[in-house]
Nanobody, 124 residues
């Protein structure tokens, strides 16, 4: 059982930055790969980024490469998503997710635990 709580969302102008945080419960946080997904109104939930349990490997959707950075601090049971150069098309509810094992999965169905989401709105 893993519980995830996202925070850090908000309203920003295009070109701005936000840092999302995801606080996790559990005794074996480092045993879980973590992912960030997002979902805009009327659209399917899409993969954003993922990171391996140790933090040594990351993977990004093409749409966010070079702008977003995923990281984790296992001592704090927290994963982060630093979002720079935000665009209006980044507007969505952002979800933190966890799965056991490999980070190299991009489908929502591959993840076992989910947070409630945090709204990110980018104006232009």
């Amino acid at each position: 059982q893993v519980q995830l709580v996202e925070s850090g969302g908000g309203l920003v102008q295009a070109g701005g930055s936000l840092r999302l945080s995801c606080a996790a419960s559990g005794r074996t946080f480092s045993g879980y790969a973590m992912g960030w997904f997002r979902q805009a109104p009327g659209k399917e939930r899409e993969f954003v980024a993922s990171i391996s349990g140790s933090g040594g490997n990351t993977y990004y959707a093409d749409s966010v490469k070079g702008r977003f950075t995923i990281s984790r601090d296992n001592a704090k049971n927290t994963v982060y998503l630093q979002m720079n150069s935000l665009k209006p098309e980044d507007t969505a509810v952002y979800y933190c997710a966890a799965r056991r094992g490999s980070y190299y999965y991009t489908f929502p169905r591959d993840y076992d635990y989910w947070g409630q989401g945090t709204q990110v709105t980018v104006s232009s």
